[in-house]
């Protein structure tokens, strides 16, 4: 059981930039890959950035030059650094771990950004 928490959400303006964290705890050994994903009001939940085992990364052509993703192994946390945000990136995000095909969920943090 991988448990997943995410701080670092909140409100900002339009053209500023938030930090996201992911602390992840329990059996965190070989977990596959850690992703962001967020869910928009009315919308499907959608991938953000993805990073595997391997350090490799993959972004949404939506947040690519904007958003990063990373890690720091040693505090088992993963992070999503926003910039440049717009009105259209308000949504929850969640932190997402795979580990052996089983996905694994955080409770979520609201991102809103003002125009």
């Known amino acids: 059981q991988v448990y997943l928490v995410e701080s670092g959400g909140g409100l900002v303006q339009a053209g500023g930039s938030l930090r996201l964290s992911c602390a992840a705890s329990?059996?965190?050994?070989?977990?596959?890959?850690m992703a962001w994903y967020r869910q928009a009001p009315g919308k499907q939940r959608e991938v953000v950035a993805v990073m595997i085992s391997g350090g490799s990364t993959d972004y949404a052509g939506s947040v690519k030059g904007r958003f990063t993703i990373s890690r720091d192994n040693a505090k088992n946390t993963v992070y999503l650094q926003m910039n440049s945000l717009r009105p259209g990136d308000t949504a929850v995000y969640y932190c997402?771990?795979?580990?052996?095909?089983?996905?694994?969920w955080g409770q979520g943090t609201q991102v809103t950004v003002s125009s």
């Open positions: 997402n771990a795979v580990q052996h095909a089983r996905n694994y």
């Open positions: 329990g059996n965190t050994f070989s977990i596959d890959a």
